[in-house]
């Protein structure tokens, strides 16, 4: 998903939406194909279901549009948009059910290390399984039980740069690339098990 | 880790080429990589749709009057002054449409109808009157006429259009079904050219 001038695009997207009339459905169209699929992702690395998922990038879209004016650009633009796409994720919980406490806090991880020895405990591999499988299931359990973080892992896999990223995950740059790092010190712990096969091969 | 080492790791993982970066770690980055494309895919994340997401986004704006709606001040105060003009021209016409007719109106409109009193416009007022009162004395509807400065008012008391034949004669004159049951009807003569 290449992200080329893609701040630049949002400002001029988001003085159209201001303008209101049919300006604003212009700046409406190029907002929702720069962000919706982009939320959408977020929301299903948090749990939700495809169609919940749909549900609230409308939503989140109606509220940009909404609340537009109030916008006071004393914030990267795109920081304010992730912001409305995360409270109407959390409004969504609020409304159905709470979201599962492993995600609930992902800096949590902090307290799991003072608190604990083991980290993580590895489940036996399953019989035939490749280097690729054991990757996968890594992820796998690692998004499960990080979501923000394995979220963070797949921006920084479709391309997003250290801004892009701190927008999305409402952190400063510094921060986000302190996040980043840790992102890969963790990923690693569950991708431990694969070195066997790396050495293998 | 080392910084170098990190920033190789994360261009791996971006799908960037690395030059000089540790084979071992571009291949651990790689795996990586592709181990998160195929979680998106199992996600579901490619599956979206968004031409029809912002197509159902614009009928929801549209429908919440969020959409193709220019703001107050965007209302120059000459539009305003055309709609306005626009709206007086129009309700002048009618008007003198309505008065200026020769022949008495068959249809609903020679009954302009106020919040107690429904106004009958007719040629003959006289003779209208006469026709009224007779068709409510063929009903047993009780009623007076009042005359004042060339106008009639006929007050017809117990109308009750529950009643079939009540309703029919309310339906042939053009008279709106009262809400209690009485009925106040000026009778005026139509303005001749």
């Known amino acids: ?201 | 880790m080392n910084k170098d080492e990190d920033q190789d790791w994360l261009d791996a993982l971006a799908g960037k080429p690395t030059q000089n970066a540790d084979p071992e770690v571009t291949r651990r980055a790689t795996l990586l990589r592709h181990a998160i494309q195929r979680h998106d895919a199992a996600l579901g994340v490619n599956e979206f749709d968004d031409e029809a997401g912002l197509q159902k986004l614009k009928f929801r704006m549209r429908r919440e009057g969020l959409s193709g709606e220019s703001k107050p001040a965007f209302y120059s105060n000459r539009f305003v002054k055309y709609a306005m003009a626009a709206s007086i021209v129009l309700t002048i016409g009618l008007t003198m449409r309505l008065y200026l007719h020769e022949q008495p109106m068959q249809n609903e409109a020679d009954i302009m109808r106020g919040s107690n009193q429904q106004i009958v416009l007719a040629a003959d007022p006289e003779a209208r009157l006469k026709q009224l009162a007779f068709e409510l004395d063929r009903l047993g509807i009780k009623y007076q006429v009042e005359r004042k400065d060339g106008k009639i008012l006929l007050k017809a008391q117990g109308v009750d259009p529950v009643k079939e034949d009540v309703a029919d004669f309310l339906e042939r004159n053009h008279i709106k079904p009262p809400v209690g049951m009485d009925v106040e009807l000026d009778i005026r003569p139509l303005a001749k050219p």
């Open chain 1, 1 to 201: 998903m290449p992200i080329t001038d893609t701040i630049t695009d949002d400002q001029r997207s988001f003085a159209l939406i201001r303008q209101g009339g049919k300006m604003r459905d212009q700046g409406v169209t190029l907002l929702y194909r720069n962000y919706a699929a982009h939320f959408r992702k977020f929301y299903l690395y948090q749990g939700l279901n495809a169609a919940d998922a749909d549900d609230i990038v409308q939503e989140t879209f109606v509220n940009i549009v909404r609340h537009c004016e109030s916008y006071q650009g004393d914030s990267p633009l795109a920081a304010w948009l992730w912001r409305i796409a995360r409270n109407c994720m959390n409004d969504h919980f609020r409304r159905t059910k709470p979201r599962p406490a492993e995600n609930l806090d992902d800096d949590g991880w902090s307290d799991l290390e003072r608190n604990s020895d083991t980290i993580r405990t590895f489940d036996p591999p399953p019989a035939n399984e490749t280097l690729e499988d054991c990757v996968d299931r890594g992820f796998a359990e690692f998004a499960k039980k990080f979501s923000e973080r394995a979220r963070v892992l797949s921006l920084v896999m479709e391309g997003f740069d250290t801004a892009h990223i701190a927008a999305a995950i409402q952190r400063s740059p510094g921060a986000t690339r302190e996040y980043i790092s840790q992102c890969r010190k963790r990923i690693e712990e569950f991708l431990q098990p694969c070195r066997e096969y790396l050495s293998a091969t």
